[in-house]
């Protein structure tokens, strides 16, 4: 039972282990364990320093990252065109800047 609050705590989605070979589930667990570091490195960069820097790996992959926006890539840039009614768009720029400004 205390393995099964730490996944939850951690978002692996270790659970979802569905196919039958060990194969397929040991690299799915692979797949979602580096998503869970990319998206750690997203709190510790670009939101370091806020209030929003406490949230759990699945508060920033709803509100941060399934947003639906408009990608534009030109020779040289790149331009996220988010919605109008986007309740995220200051957490959304802020994290852009420091990450751009971190790479």
Known sequence: MENR?????????ADRTSCTRFMANQFRLML??????LVDGIRRLGLSGSKE???RVDTIRLKLIKIAARV?????RVVFHLPSHCPS????????VRLCRSG
């Open 5 to 13: 609050i730490k996944e939850q705590q951690l978002c692996l989605f």
């Open 53 to 55: 820097a406490r949230w």
């Open 72 to 76: 534009r890539v030109t020779t040289r």
């Open 89 to 96: 768009q200051l957490i959304v720029e802020r994290v852009l």
């Open 32 to 37: 979602s364990t580096f998503a869970y570091v």
